[in-house]
Structure formats: C-alpha cells, structure tokens
C-alpha cells in the first residue's frame, strides 16, 4: 500500500488525489475476517505502518484516511499526520486541501417505474485553508472529522497514465468519471465525461453520483465520479424532458444526506457471508470517497419516499385492496376465484413488506424478482397457486398500473416481462411436496408459509412422523411451545441419565427455537458449514449450545461467535 501511496505525490489535484486513496480503501471493502474487524485489522493496521514510516508517501497517505477513513482511522491518521508534519516531513500542496468542499446543489433521476433513483451531488473546493495545525492536516468535515486525501481512480482508469507522472509532485490533471453503470437519465458512466470540463477547473467542480435500488431493499448498488458537472445535469435534464420514462428534479441537500445514508447503511447490511454480490465492480473504491462527501451535506430532514410511497398497510387495507382487485375487470377472466384471492394477497404483501408499502408498484423488474426469486425462496403454494400466479400477476400489473400514472409503454413492457417469466416460473418454483415429502408434514413445518426455513425447521425437529411410544408423531405441531418440548424429549431419550438433563434439554430446545425462528441467521448458516464438513448433526447442535451458552443475551456478540465458526475443533489428546 505505501508502494502504491507514491503515486499520491503525483496527483495534481485534491480529488484525483481523494479518488485514489478511496481506491485503496476499497480493497478490502465488504471483505469478512474469521476473526476481526476487517477495517480495524487492515485499514488502522495501515495507518500504523504509515505512521511509523515517516516518509512524505505515508504523511500524504495519512491526510488522506483523515477524511476518508473510518472514525478510528481518522482519529489516528489524524495524529500520526500531525507529528509527521511537526518533524518537517514534506508533503504535497494538494494536502491542504483535501476534503475542503462545500456542497453546490444536489439532483435526482428516477425511472417511472419506481425502481430506482440515481442520486447526483455536486460539490467545490473551497480554496487553500488556513496555515494552522488543524488547517496543515486538512479542512474540517461537516462531521467534524479532519479532511483528508481521497479514493477512486485505480491507475490508469482515467485515461491518466500514472506511472508516466510518477516524477511529478504537482499540475493540473482532473479527475474522469470512471465505471460503466447505466443510470436513468445520465447515461454510462464511461460516456459521460472523458475530461475535466473547462469551467470546473477554477474550482475543481465534480459530481458524486449514486444509484438506489428499490428493487434491492433501497440499498446503494453503484457510484462513481464525474469532473464534467455542467454536461452531466444538462444531459440528464434533456434525456428527462424527451422520455416520459424519466424525471429529474433538483432536492435539498439535507434530503440527498438522507436518502444516501440509508442507501449505504442498506448495502452494509445486505453484505453476508453467502449473499450473491449485489453491488457493481467499481462500489468498493468509491465508497470511502461517497462516505466522507455524504457527510460534507447538511443534515436535518428526513429521506424522502420513493415514487408511489404510501402509509404501511393495515391487514384490513390490504384486504380491501385485494377485494377490489378481485371485483376488477382487470380480474374477471381468472378462473379459480380461491387461488386468484391467495396470490393476490401474497402480491400486495411483497410489495408492501419487501418494497416499501408500494403494491401497487409494477415494473419489469420487481415482477420478474417476485415471480422467479421470492416465491420460489420464500412461499409455500399450493398447486392451484402455481398454476395460477402468473396469470393472477398479469391481472394485477393491468390493474395496478393506472392507478400510479404507469406510462403505456411502461405498462407493455411490464406484460411483456411476465409473459417471458411464466415459462421460467415453473422451473424456478421447484415445490417441495415434489422431493417425497408429504405435504401435510410441509405445512407443520411451515404453518408461517415462509419456504426459505423448510431445511433448518427440518434439521431443528427431525422425527414427526411415526410413533414414539403412545406418542403419534404425526399429530404434533412444532411451532407449539408444548409440542416443541415433547419432540425435543423425543430427540434426547437416550439421554435421560445425564445428571445435568433438565438444564441440557432445555438448551436444545432453546436452539431448536432459534433455528425455528431464524434468529439469528447465523445459526443455521454455522450449522451448514459444520454439517457440510461431515459432522453429526448432535454434534453440531451441541457446538451451537456452547456458543449460545457462553455468549449470553449479546446478539451482535452471537452472530459474530457464529460466524466464526469454520470447524468442530478437534479433542484434545489424553
């Protein structure tokens, strides 16, 4: 890393500078250590290095993390910088100032459909700082935290060739917008700019720009950089004005802080240990960088709503909607009213609970996630709803569409979708009654519906079939407190001598609990990984036991333990 800080000495400007350093942090962005923080082990680790280096390539690298880094890694690149700037260590004229922005206004793009907003917040540098001991290290952020170098280009991704430049200490390069990303009304971010436009130059105007996606729980999925701000919001307000598809419409300041620090608190949460990567290529080394700008906007008001927001739906509101669907036109040609009614009601939940109580919200792509994705992974349907939901699906776009002011052609293309998923649908709902299992012993296990718990509530209570004793398996509900505890007894019979017994079986049933309800999830991807390695399921339960046991009531502290777990550690030998 402190090789590739000698490049910091070549940059030219401020934001070239801040690009890169974002760059480097990204490196390990949303990576997961067995045991750590990730940012403690290598981002502080990095500036502990840097400060015991004491070269001009470390001190710029410092200046950097103080505005980009984490609050601890700010905090100590802070004042490592400070001491090697009192022992006359060199460091570039971009240094004072990193960071030192001020917001100059803050837009929105949003496809019709509602799907997602691309959010863009322009920003200048304020000039040179102050020659105090605050104002050497940098300029203070909005959040208080010392400004700092920033990431973004890795080399060569802006058309500069670095090592070319890497004798230089000053000039005046700009940054170029890098990655490839479509966005409504801004094109590709390798289309829209190839150089510092002339007018930003005197100021270093650039654009941070963000994609939310609603469809992804509202989660920021891309970012990127553009210098040229000027051509970036005129192509965005002629591409809306033409497309009935698009609108662009400046926000305040304090609206965008809002809405993109929800955005990237949701791309943190979403990043687990087996999810599919839901973010671009280039997320990771513009995070740092869109963090620390984020925090240079005001705050003060609360996010605003995507399209079509309404307030949460009641049971009674969702079943008047589904009974108006139902008495439509739109539904009067689906032929099971009783099968119609029930896929009705698990679309108006998807969209209530899974996107931001808008079900009457359709587009190509939240009906295509809802029909291939969360049904198959999530619900429990009958083979009348099977064959049904695709048409019912049909029904409800053709009826849901005018009531949110869906242009025609978005309502073509929406049908259109469906039509192509149908096919698809009947190969990615893969019901479970089809493996052998009765579905009378299905619906026990799923009374809730929720298909995505089948596999660990079977691995929780694996005997209900049969008879044990007097005792008919068959008639026993584990989602019942009393029925739990008699099918855990079952499990352990062979294990009533144990002098701890009483206290031994009420942790079994306090995991099978866990494992029933999901919580946390964790549990069962532990569980798999153990089981996956060959390991007895008894044994496997008695390392969660341990681990619940010893943690406590701490649930951070548990999913965290949980995580950990690679293997049964071996015995030690006698």
């Known amino acids: 890393m402190l090789l590739a800080a000698r490049e910091l000495l070549a940059v030219r400007t401020p934001l070239d500078a801040e690009l890169m350093v974002s760059d480097m942090l990204g490196a390990w962005w949303g990576r997961r250590l067995r045991r750590g923080d990730v940012e403690e082990f290598l981002g502080e680790g990095l500036v502990d290095y840097a400060a015991k280096a004491g070269t001009p390539a470390a001190l710029t690298l410092l200046i950097a993390v103080a505005y980009l880094g984490t609050a601890r890694q700010a905090a100590k690149a802070e004042g490592a910088a400070l001491a090697l700037m009192e022992s006359d260590v060199a460091r570039p004229r971009w240094a004072e100032r990193v960071g030192a922005v001020k917001p100059r206004g803050c837009y929105v793009s949003r496809d019709a459909y509602g799907d997602q907003d691309t ?103 891309d970012a990127w950089v553009s210098s040229q701000v000027d051509s970036l919001l005129e192509k965005a307000g002629m591409e809306a004005a033409g497309n009935p598809m698009l609108r662009f419409e400046e926000i305040e300041p304090q609206q965008a802080r809002a809405l993109l620090e929800f955005a990237m608190k949701a791309t943190t949460e979403s990043l687990g240990r087996k999810s599919p990567k839901l973010v671009s290529d280039s997320y990771s080394a513009y995070h740092a960088f869109a963090r620390a700008r984020i925090k240079a906007l005001p705050p003060g008001r609360k996010r605003p709503a995507p399209l079509f927001s309404e307030a949460p739906y009641s049971r009674d509101r969702r079943a008047m909607l589904a009974a108006e669907f139902l008495a439509s036109d ?164 062979d294990e009533r001598d144990r002098p701890d017994y009483a206290e031994h079986l009420a942790w079994h049933e306090e995991i099978a609990k866990r494992l029933w309800d999901g919580d946390p999830e964790q549990m069962w991807e532990a569980a798999q990984r153990l089981l996956d390695l060959g390991h007895d399921r008894h044994d496997v339960l008695h390392v969660l036991m341990e681990i619940a046991e010893r943690i406590g009531d701490h649930p951070d502290e548990l999913a965290a333990a949980l995580d950990d777990i690679a293997d049964i550690p071996d015995e030690p030998s006698a």
Not at 165 to 193: F, R, Y
Not at 414 to 439: I, K, N, Q, S
């Open 119 to 221: 959010v863009v917040c322009t920003f200048a540098y304020r000039g040179f700082p102050d020659q105090s001991a605050q104002g050497r290290v940098g300029q203070q952020s909005s959040s208080g935290k010392v400004g700092v170098a920033g990431p973004g280009h890795r080399s060569g991704a802006s058309g500069h060739d670095r090592g070319s430049e890497a004798a230089e200490t000053a000039g005046g390069d700009g940054a170029d917008l890098v990655a490839g990303h479509e966005a409504p009304g801004l094109g590709t971010a390798e289309g829209a700019v190839a150089e510092r436009a002339p007018e930003a130059h005197s100021e270093d105007s650039h654009a941070l720009v963000v994609i939310v996606d609603y469809n992804m729980r509202g989660m920021a999925r």
């Open 330 to 493: 739109a539904a009067e040609h689906l032929s099971d009213p009783s099968a119609a009614s029930r896929c009705a009601d698990h679309i108006i939940d998807y969209g209530c609970d899974q996107d931001f109580n808008r079900p009457l919200r359709v587009s190509p792509t939240k009906c295509e996630t809802f029909l291939l994705d969360w049904l198959p992974r999530k619900v429990l349907l009958d083979p009348a709803e099977q064959e049904a939901m695709p048409h019912v699906l049909l029904s409800w776009v053709r009826f849901a569409a005018p009531k949110t002011g869906l242009p025609e052609e978005g309502v073509r293309a929406t049908l259109d979708a469906v039509w192509e998923a149908t096919g698809r649908f009947t190969e990615a709902y893969r019901d479970p009654t089809t493996f052998g299992l009765d579905r009378s012993l299905v619906e026990r296990l799923l009374p809730d519906g929720d298909l995505s718990a089948l596999a660990r509530r079977a691995f929780a209570f694996p005997f209900l079939e049969g008879v044990h004793g007097d005792i008919d398996l068959s008639a026993l509900h584990p989602a019942e407190d009393a029925d739990r505890r008699i099918l855990v007894e079952i499990d352990h019979a």
